[in-house]
């Protein structure tokens, strides 16, 4: 082995320590930050420190992936997201500050060598552009798009509760001529992007948003008499979360548009295990696999899966398809992980699809 490659070896096998000793290194973490900054305590109390604890855990697997992929971008994007939300929900950056540096300290001082250093140089990176994040998020519904206007009609019903009325203004625009493609495209999409960030910015609870996807999941199913009444091409899709993934909608739309376009789809959903999904593509001899993890905690989840894959023999023809708001960030991640190839949308990714398998420019 060359030196890169052993102390590559040494990273991962550092990032693999620390997701294993996650809980009892969260749990000194947060009581040495206590110890040093006691008016966090008096401020929180217990409960406070309960959900410190379980943040940090978070805290731990984003850096433990940043660490094994050689993806610095993972950890401090998601140190951004969390400024961000803190500062929504008044919590000082200070603390945040106060806490990293705390981790470097601990994490360094339990898994040391290559690793230790690698873990280290992330945490100061993140903290150099501390200043430097943004404090909040701009919304995804831009003025002026085609269907920008309908879009923000439909997420105020769903706001509203109005899940109803929401259904009625697609079901009225594709009867006055609109597309279907647009719709997700233009509406879904930027749509539950907008859900996300509203939650982010503490400006609806987790349970609106939970009934705005529902429903957004709703009025896409009453697409599919189009969706499935294209012409299939021959070509085959097996679409799915990985283990442990929760958000399904964004796979789901992968899936609704590579049928419209002539795919025979197998959607699979959220939190899907390794040799399911693997049986799945045997059984459907499918052409392409699609990936999708939306929070970068699952990307050794995401190696797994394409690992179990690789492995078995009935899967020797089938390419690999990954995306998610990881794969959006490092360009490179996707090779990293042994996939095929990554697209930034669904619109990419059929074309990315198309390329795979030779059918496209």
């Known amino acids: 082995m060359t030196v890169d490659a052993i102390r590559e070896a040494e990273i991962k096998a550092g990032a693999g320590l620390m997701s294993a000793r996650r809980d009892d290194l969260a ?12 008016a966090l305590l008096a401020r929180s109390g217990e409960a406070g420190r309960d959900k410190c604890v379980a943040d940090t855990r978070y805290t731990l697997s984003y850096l433990a992936e940043a660490m094994a ?36 300290e601990i994490v360094t001082t339990a898994i040391g060598g290559a ?5 280290r140089g992330i945490i100061e990176a993140a903290l150099a552009r501390f200043a430097t994040m ?24 769903l706001l509203r509760a109005d899940r ?11 009867a006055e001529g609109g597309a279907v493609k647009p719709v997700y495209l233009g509406i879904f999409q930027p749509v539950m992007r907008e859900v996300g960030r509203l939650w982010h910015a503490n400006l609806i609870t987790v349970a609106q948003e939970h009934f705005i996807t529902a429903a957004v999941q709703m009025v896409m199913s009453q697409l599919y008499p189009h969706i499935f009444a294209t012409a299939k091409n021959g070509r085959t899709l097996v679409a799915t979360c990985v283990s442990g993934e929760l958000h399904e909608i964004g ?22 295990p390794a040799a399911a999904v693997v049986k799945t593509v045997v059984d459907r ?8 993890a939306t ?20 899967c020797r023809r089938v390419r690999i398809l990954v995306g998610g708001y990881p794969f959006n960030l490092d360009a490179h991640l996707w090779r990293r992980l042994r996939a095929d190839g990554s697209a930034i949308d669904s619109e990419q990714a059929i074309l990315a699809a198309d390329r795979l398998i030779g059918v496209g420019p």
Do not use: C
């Open 115 to 119: 690793a230790a250093e690698a873990a």
């Open 251 to 272: 796979i789901r739309v992968v899936a609704d548009l590579f049928e419209f376009e002539g795919w025979s789809t197998h959607y699979l959903g959220a939190n899907m």
């Open 285 to 292: 001899d499918a052409d392409i696999l699609a990936i999708s």
């Open 69 to 104: 992929n050689d993806s610095p971008i993972l950890f401090i994007e998601y140190v951004g997201w969390i400024k961000i939300l803190l500062g929504t929900r008044n919590i000082p950056a200070e603390d945040l500050i106060s806490s990293l540096r705390v981790t470097a």
């Open 295 to 314: 929070i970068a905690g699952h990307l050794s989840k995401v190696a797994e899966l394409i690992e179990a894959v690789r492995q078995d023999p009935g």
């Open 164 to 174: 109803a009325g929401a259904a009625a203004m697609i079901a009225r625009h594709l």
């Open 27 to 38: 749990a000194a973490i947060v009581d040495e930050h206590f110890r040093r900054v006691p």
């Open 134 to 157: 943004p404090e909040r998020t701009d919304s995804f519904l831009a003025a002026g798009e085609p269907l920008g206007d309908l879009a923000a009609a439909f997420l105020a019903a």
